[in-house]
T-cell receptor, first 116, second 117 residues
Framework: GAVVSQHPSRVICKSGTSVKIECRSL??????MFWYRQFPKQSLMLMAT?????????EQGVEKDKFLINHASLTLSTLTVTSAHPEDSSFYIC????????????FGPGTRLTVL | AQKITQTQPGMFVQEKEAVTLDCTYD???????LFWYKQPSSGEMIFLIY??????QNATEGRYSLNFQKARKSANLVISASQLGDSAMYFC??????????????FGTGTSLTVIP
C-alpha cells in the first residue's frame, strides 16, 4: 500500500513551547490529509481536514489557533501545537487517501507528544 | 447518533479459532464505504478490508472476511484461524460517498482483541 510518514515519532517538550509534526505522503499526491488525536485505549478523534493550498477545516471544539495546520504541497502537511501544555499530551496521527483501490486512508505511524 | 458502533470493548479468542468483531453503522447516504483497521500496540493503523455499499458479495482478504448485512446496517469482521499476532485494537470505519477522498472517516470506539495461546 501507499506510504505515509510522520516525523517525529516521539517528542518530549516543556510546557509553553511549540511542536511541529510533519506528515508526508511518500509515493502519492494527497490533496486531502487528516489529523487525528488519540488518547490511550480510545478511538481516533478527527481534529481537522487539511486541504492542499487552502485553510484547514477544524472539527468543533478544536482550537485552530492552538493547532496550526499547513498543507503547503501535495505531499506535506504539518501540525504545529502552539504553546503546548500537559493536557496536549497525546498520540497524534495523520492520514491521507486517494492512492488505494478503495480510496482507503493510509495512516502515518503517529507521533507521541509528551508535554512536561 | 453514532455513525459507527462497536459494542465489544474487549474480546478473547483461542489461537486457531475464528472470531467475529461486531460493527453497526448509521447513514442515510446510499453510497458509502466500510473499512476495518487494525492497530497493534505500536500505534500504526493497518488497513484490513473494505466493503462498498453496492457490493453484492461479502469482501474477503486472506483470513479476514466482512459479514455485510445491509438491511441490518452491520459490517462484522470475521478473522479465521486466529494467530497471536492478531492481538490488537480493531476499528470499524465508514466514509459516506464511495470515491470522495475528501470525506472524513467515522471511526468506532474499537475492540481490543486478545488471542490466547
Amino acid at each position: 500500500g501507499a506510504v505515509v510518514s510522520q516525523h517525529p515519532s516521539r517528542v518530549i517538550c516543556k510546557s509553553g513551547t511549540s511542536v511541529k509534526i510533519e506528515c508526508r505522503s511518500l509515493d502519492f499526491q494527497a490533496t486531502t490529509m487528516f489529523w487525528y488525536r488519540q488518547f490511550p485505549k480510545q478511538s481516533l478523534m478527527l481534529m481537522a481536514t487539511s486541504n492542499e493550498g487552502s485553510k484547514a477545516t477544524y472539527e468543533q471544539g478544536v482550537e485552530k489557533d492552538k493547532f496550526l495546520i499547513n498543507h503547503a504541497s501535495l505531499t506535506l502537511s504539518t501540525l504545529t501545537v502552539t504553546s503546548a501544555h500537559p493536557e496536549d499530551s497525546s498520540f497524534y496521527i495523520c492520514s491521507a487517501g486517494g492512492a488505494g483501490s478503495y480510496n482507503e486512508q493510509f495512516f502515518g505511524p503517529g507521533t507521541r507528544l509528551t508535554v512536561l | 447518533a453514532q455513525k459507527i458502533t462497536q459494542t465489544q470493548p474487549g474480546m478473547f479468542v483461542q489461537e486457531k479459532e475464528a472470531v467475529t468483531l461486531d460493527c453497526t453503522y448509521d447513514t442515510s447516504d446510499p453510497s458509502y464505504g466500510l473499512f476495518w483497521y487494525k492497530q497493534p500496540s505500536s500505534g500504526e493503523m493497518i488497513f484490513l478490508i473494505y466493503q462498498g455499499s453496492y457490493d453484492q458479495q461479502n469482501a474477503t482478504e486472506g483470513r479476514y472476511s466482512l459479514n455485510f448485512q445491509k438491511a441490518r446496517k452491520s459490517a462484522n469482521l470475521v478473522i479465521s484461524a486466529s494467530q497471536l499476532g492478531d492481538s490488537a485494537m480493531y476499528f470499524c470505519a465508514m466514509r459516506e460517498g464511495l470515491r470522495n477522498t475528501g470525506n472524513q472517516f467515522y471511526f468506532g470506539t474499537g475492540t481490543s482483541l486478545t488471542v490466547i495461546p
